[in-house]
């Protein structure tokens, strides 16, 4: 029996995925998975069982290795870098450490002017050298096998954290201070637009052939509040990074801002499973691809159910260009990691 990372199709994973990111022709679908470098591989449990998470990330060898393990594992077209969405965070002079099954949290959150004003914006491979000393590693252990996929959480993903101080389910600080003090609220969202910029554009040059910006906390606001507080520092993002890489913009919970999001101008949208994935693809823009769709809970219903749901999004994506396959969010940690090797094979036709 060929082994996940056998040879399909007549494309190297990195030129599928990256063609479909640029809308051009594709042999097979390409296929990547959120949050794959993590959660749900015993190997990688075995690694964090030997070294706490920022020592993981902060080691370039540590972090290529497990970013390396999904792909080895489930032949996905897309290598996830092994990190998290704050680490931007470490140049800004805001302390903080991301917690076992807790997440990201913050001692001294950001609660007034004074806090904002204290940020710091710093030049991105100092600040944060080891992300893009890892991405250098990546680029060449990696080879064509699959395309080196970089990331950041959004600005606003970012403020609801260090606002907040932790996860929350509504980020009542965040929000708070948002309509309450929009003033400083701009400010915030300036700075970071300007970090996540700088960390974005200095993982390309360290060679990450696409990035994605993860706005997790997104579906928190309505449309008004979007448009006002979030969406021009999102467009900014992607502007300054057009022509350097394809970008992919991030979140769930969205189908009333799908529109919006797709205005902001990234090359793609990645969706959750709200909407069936034509029904959302028609609410993006002219030429602009597509991403994610399957609910991630659907896996643990066993192989025959994930077949038929990704049977479905094929179907609804009918060969178009510019689709990459992939979850409506990350993986669950306690997906099963055989179905997932199962399903790239299927999206791959094998
Ligand atoms: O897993 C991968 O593919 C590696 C890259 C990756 C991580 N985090 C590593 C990680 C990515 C792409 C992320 C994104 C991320 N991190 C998001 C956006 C995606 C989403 O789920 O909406 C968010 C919101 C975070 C913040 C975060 N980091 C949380 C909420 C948690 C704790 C819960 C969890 O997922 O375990 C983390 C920790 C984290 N980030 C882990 C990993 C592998 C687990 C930490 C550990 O191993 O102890």
């Avoid at 954290?161 to 996860?167: A, D, F, M, T, V």
């Avoid at 300054?240 to 797709?262: C, E, K, M, N, Y």
């Amino acid at each position: 029996m060929p082994s996940a990372t056998d040879t399909i199709g007549t494309m190297t994973g990195r030129a599928r995925l990256l063609a479909a990111a640029r809308r051009e022709a594709v042999d097979v679908t390409p296929v990547w998975y959120m949050r794959q470098a993590g959660r749900c591989l015993p190997e990688y449990r075995e690694l964090r069982a030997r070294c706490p998470f920022m020592e993981v990330a902060r080691t370039p060898e540590l972090a290529v290795e497990a970013t390396l393990m999904p792909v080895e594992r489930f032949g996905v077209d897309g290598a996830v870098l092994f990190a998290d969405i704050m680490l931007p965070l470490d140049g800004m002079g805001v302390p903080f450490r991301i917690e076992p099954k807790v997440g990201p949290v913050i001692d001294s959150p950001i609660r007034t002017r004074a806090d904002v004003e204290r940020i710091v914006i710093a030049d991105a491979e100092e600040a944060t050298g080891y992300v893009m000393d890892a991405l250098r590693l990546l680029r060449r252990e990696l080879g064509d096998r699959a395309a080196s996929l970089g990331f950041s959480g959004a600005p606003f993903t970012l403020a609801c954290y260090l606002i907040e101080g932790h996860g929350s389910r509504e980020y009542p600080r965040a929000k708070a201070l948002m309509y309450g003090d929009p003033e400083t609220w701009h400010l915030l969202m300036e700075k970071l637009t300007e970090v996540v910029t700088r960390y974005l554009t200095a993982q390309i040059a360290a060679g990450a052939d696409a990035i994605q910006l993860f706005d997790s906390w997104l579906g928190l606001l309505g449309t008004e509040a979007y448009a006002e507080f979030v969406q021009p520092y999102t467009a900014r993002i992607f502007a300054s990074l057009r022509g350097l890489a394809p970008t992919i913009h991030f979140s769930t919970g969205t189908v009333h801002l799908l529109d919006q999001i797709a205005a902001t101008g990234p090359d793609l949208v990645s969706v959750d499973w709200r909407l069936p994935l034509d029904e959302a693809w028609s609410r993006l823009a002219e030429g602009q691809g597509i991403q994610g769709n399957l609910d991630p809970t659907l896996l643990m219903g066993g192989w025959d159910v994930t077949r038929r749901a990704a049977d479905d999004i094929l179907r609804r994506a009918g060969g178009r260009a510019g689709h990459l396959f992939n979850l409506g969010h990350g993986i669950l940690p306690e997906t099963d990691p055989d179905v997932l090797t199962e399903l790239t094979r299927h999206v791959h036709g094998e």
